[in-house]
């Protein structure tokens, strides 16, 4: 807090009064929330004649937005209530209380009854081709997992000849897409791993002055990083040899705030076998795999917090209170448990953990070695460790802190806590692993975070995933998605085995989202409906929502892992209809059209036809033929519709005649022939009235005789002609002139 306090290491200087523990630099700060009025009373404790200043500022705004609250001096306060909040916000505090000139710090993050977070943004995802191919399985079920918290990942697979700029480049490239959402980076796997610097952060000079681990850069979108002025070839590992040109950065410390949270899973520098593993892969599905419990609440843990501390005050720097300001806001003062990280570690277990030690790349003296984590199990979540060497956690066999994501217990994170100092109380409200940690990386910029070496120096890294939260709320299960009508989704699912508030329903378009919350306030049931969704893909998720208090974290609505489902949404679900229609003709001018609709009952009936015909019966009388729509309509306002055909008939038969000969000198009479074929009755009508009703006739005079038919088939009438010749020429005679 620069304006505000004295850097830590010029406050050890000052006289007399000397620590004893690393705790002595810590002030165990509690948060409790009050009604009417809203506001929050702040505790710690104070031996007297403290001088007490309490600084404030709210989540999101900048690092020199801290406002004062109480400068009082010489003082036995112990504690304070801040009327100025707001249901909804979450508030930052920290407290430096001083006393014979020692200072001591704390923090809390407080949410007055903060809402549950829909979306939390994109998070890049790299993974080497060879994990991408052998994790799938595990891979998915993480995205799934985050897109259940509100994330959206992007996954990126890189080929073994990816280089650190070249994943740089894609990281950039994606972020300026949507520099807004963008939020985190996990690396999974062989991604390269960026060096930078020429420092000893845990003092070891010569050997282990140089360029060390540095994820930072793949955090920062802007900063610039050069590789040009460090030149020193005599640490001990060639990965800390840094000359110009080589690759590695110069830079010491971050040259501009990180935008990004980084976290990085790779295990390619673990003997597998020793750790119980076939290989890299299996250890790499047997972290996604404990991490997808953790999110699940299948893994679960006591509310507690482990301190192994082996260095104790150490001149000041006490390094274990990086142990005990993580675990105050999160379990409480009281929950806190000085013992051995490895005996008292199984089975008991704590939510947060610290050990530190004087160390090598494999170990911290005290705490435990990599071959520890090879055969032990380890029941704590959110790790730091801090010691000589292992924070360069790239070291080539079996690093001390890779060793720790890698064994067989439950710990999902790890970082090298103590130079600097980290900043992990925004947890307790709710916040991600990834989250403080960026906090920590970007310390230089905030007033309110005090002073320590390496502050913002490049090598700060988290190993694990940045997505991680501390408190875990059982998800709902089994959902299953039905389109029972044409205008809505209806989610049922199996209930959270937590005693949980309700649950929220989100809807997107596509499986990353972005998700739409649906539901205003948290229902109580395990249904829901959702009205007239758009006709697409649709992308559901159920998110059990429990009111979590901490500590120091206030009260906000918490959510447990989405349930996820999808469905094609049609519009289909009204009644199925069928529809028949007919033949009209000469003999039937009008017939009924017949219209079913499964199931009943329907509402509306609603046919159109040619020459704009409308009818609202279900079984109409038509004179026209051509093709009519029926449209079925029921309670719910589903409707579908089917087609009947009409079909008219109003040809004339075809009527086949013959006459059996002419009227001559042989013949006085011919008979005038009609095939019945296709008619059912015929008149043969002529000369002087002749008239007869039949299919044959007499004629015995000459003339032609008319034909009247009616079809046998559609009943129109049809008409022909016959001619009866007259032929009484003498034979031989012929015409003369004379």
Partial sequence: ???FFTLLFSLLCLIGISAQTAKDITVPMTATLNTGPTSITLTWPNPGGANLLVLRRTKGQAGNSWAQVINLTNSNLTSITDNGVANGQIYEY???RTINNFNAFGYAHVAVNANPVNTRGKILIFVDSTSA???AVELEQLYNDMRGDGWWPIPFVIGQSATVQSVKNQIIAAYNTDPTNTKSLL?????PVPYSGNAAWDGHVPDHEGAWPCDSYYGDINGIWTDATVDNSVPNRAANKNVPGDGKFDQNFNPSAIELQVGRVDFRRIDAAAFGEPNQLGLLKRYLQKNHKWRSGEYTVESKALIDDNFGYFGGEA????????????VGEANI???????NSNPQSYLVGFGCGGGNYNGAGGVGSSANFATDTVNIVFTNLF????GDWDFETNPFMVSALASRGGILTCSWAGRPHHFNHAMASGETVGYVMWETMNAQFNNGFYGSFGESGAHVSLLGDPTLRANVVKPAKDLVLTAPTCKTVVLNWTASADAVTGYHVYRALSPNGSYTRLTTSPITATSYTDNNPPLDTLYYQVRAIKNVTNPGGGTYANNATGVLGQIIFTGAGGPTVTATGGSLNCSVNNLVLMATATPGPVSTWNWSGPNNYSSALQNPTVTAPGVYTVTATDAAGCNSTASATVVGDYSAPTITVSVSNSINCTFSSAIISVSPTGLSSCIITGPNGFFVQDFSAVATQAGTYSITAISSTNGCIGNSAAVVSLDVTPPGSAASNN
Avoid: C, H, K, W
């Fill in 94 to 96: 920290v407290i430096q």
């Fill in 1 to 3: 807090m620069r304006p």
């Fill in 187 to 191: 690396l999974i796997g062989s991604v």
């Fill in 133 to 135: 191919a052998g994790a």
């Fill in 319 to 330: 390094f274990a209170a990086n142990g005990y300001r993580m675990a105050y806001p999160l």
């Fill in 337 to 343: 448990v000085e013992t051995d990280f490895f005996v």
């Fill in 387 to 390: 010691g000589s060497y292992f």
